[in-house]
């Protein structure tokens, strides 16, 4: 009896979890098989898959569009992943080095410093975006990468999620680290960067995410063409026609193939990364 309990639990909790994944994935698929049908259609979501998925998107990643002809599925491909990749590295970076300073380092107000950093979590990004569009125009930045990237680096959650890992590491390695004559930088390079390694790279996939997925910051940075990355090709393009479409699906699979793939990993450094 209480077996087929067990199992009759079992079987509902896969049901739920089978029904919750088809709700998530039914909509893209829609969108999807709206881009496989022959050139000219109305583009609208659909379940029945037509025939021309493969000349449609053959025809979508070796075509340019645009004024200048610069916009192309590969250079906005090149630009999302830049931005993706170059958002959360320096974000990484920068928290690391920051919660490190925070907890090594006798630095007066450091509590007030780390108060301050949290409150940055109640601001929206947005509400930052015309300060920071003036300085990037200024230094002479705008439709460039480092406009894209660098006025986002800073990041007050990593620094939370670093300053806690790193209280949880024993006071033992850091007494060990002196006795043997090592300085703050040997023991952060020896030490601290290897323990963090699980924490900054689950840490570095979800930032990837968010940066691959920004829209109204490269919308306010970038005008010329070669510059546009994938949600910018969407606006560019229009969210009902079929470039648009195709641009939103192709969008979508980079980061929901990092997460499935690395989804263990993620957890495990964000949730178990002092362990």
Same mark, same amino acid.
């Given at each position: 009896?209480?077996? $087929?309990?067990? $199992?009759?639990?079992?079987?509902?909790? &896969?049901?739920? +979890?089978?029904?919750?994944?088809?709700?998530?994935?039914?909509?893209?698929?829609?969108?999807?098989?709206?881009?496989?049908?022959?050139?000219?259609?109305?583009?609208?979501?659909?379940?029945?898959?037509?025939? !021309?998925?493969?000349?449609?998107?053959?025809?979508?990643?070796?075509? !340019?569009?645009?004024?200048?002809?610069?916009?192309?599925?590969? !250079?906005?491909?090149?630009? !999302? *992943?830049?931005?993706?990749?170059?958002?959360?590295?320096?974000?990484?970076?920068?928290?690391?080095?920051?919660?490190?300073?925070?907890?090594?380092?006798?630095?007066?107000?450091?509590?007030?410093?780390?108060?301050? +950093?949290?409150?940055?979590?109640?601001?929206?990004?947005?509400?930052? *975006?015309?300060?920071?569009?003036?300085?990037?125009?200024?230094?002479?930045?705008?439709?460039?990468?480092?406009?894209?990237?660098?006025?986002?680096?800073?990041?007050?959650?990593?620094? +939370?999620?670093?300053?806690?890992?790193?209280?949880?590491?024993?006071?033992?390695?850091?007494?060990?680290?002196?006795?043997?004559?090592?300085?703050?930088?040997?023991? *952060?390079?020896?030490?601290?960067?290897?323990?963090?390694?699980?924490?900054?790279?689950?840490?570095? +996939?979800?930032?990837?995410?968010?940066?691959?997925?920004?829209?109204?910051?490269?919308?306010?940075?970038?005008?010329?063409?070669?510059?546009?990355?994938?949600?910018?090709?969407?606006?560019? *393009?229009?969210?009902?026609?079929?470039?648009?479409?195709?641009?939103?699906?192709?969008?979508?699979?980079?980061?929901?193939?990092?997460?499935?793939?690395?989804?263990?990993?993620?957890?495990?450094?964000?949730?178990?990364?002092? &362990?």
């Amino acid at each position: 009896m209480i077996s $087929w309990r067990r $199992w009759h639990a079992q079987l509902v909790d &896969h049901i739920v +979890l089978i029904a919750g994944a088809l709700f998530m994935v039914l909509p893209v698929y829609a969108l999807f098989a709206a881009t496989t049908h022959a050139p000219g259609e109305r583009i609208r979501p659909r379940l029945d898959p037509g025939g !021309s998925g493969l000349e449609n998107y053959l025809e979508f990643l070796t075509s !340019s569009a645009g004024f200048s002809g610069d916009v192309t599925t590969v !250079s906005m491909l090149l630009n !999302s *992943f830049f931005l993706g990749a170059g958002f959360a590295g320096l974000k990484v970076a920068l928290s690391l080095l920051a919660a490190y300073a925070l907890i090594y380092f006798r630095i007066r107000f450091s509590t007030a410093i780390f108060a301050v +950093l949290l409150l940055t979590l109640m601001l929206p990004l947005e509400s930052r *975006f015309l300060p920071t569009y003036a300085v990037v125009a200024d230094l002479g930045l705008v439709n460039s990468r480092a406009g894209l990237i660098l006025p986002l680096a800073a990041s007050g959650l990593g620094t +939370l999620f670093f300053r806690q890992f790193l209280m949880t590491v024993p006071d033992a390695l850091v007494e060990s680290a002196r006795l043997d004559g090592a300085g703050p930088l040997k023991f *952060f390079k020896d030490i601290l960067l290897p323990l963090s390694v699980p924490t900054a790279a689950a840490l570095f +996939l979800v930032l990837f995410v968010n940066g691959w997925n920004q829209y109204l910051w490269p919308v306010m940075v970038t005008s010329e063409e070669g510059t546009y990355t994938l949600v910018r090709g969407m606006q560019f *393009f229009g969210t009902t026609s079929a470039r648009g479409t195709m641009l939103a699906i192709v969008a979508i699979l980079p980061p929901a193939l990092l997460v499935i793939l690395f989804q263990r990993q993620v957890v495990k450094g964000l949730f178990d990364g002092s &362990h």
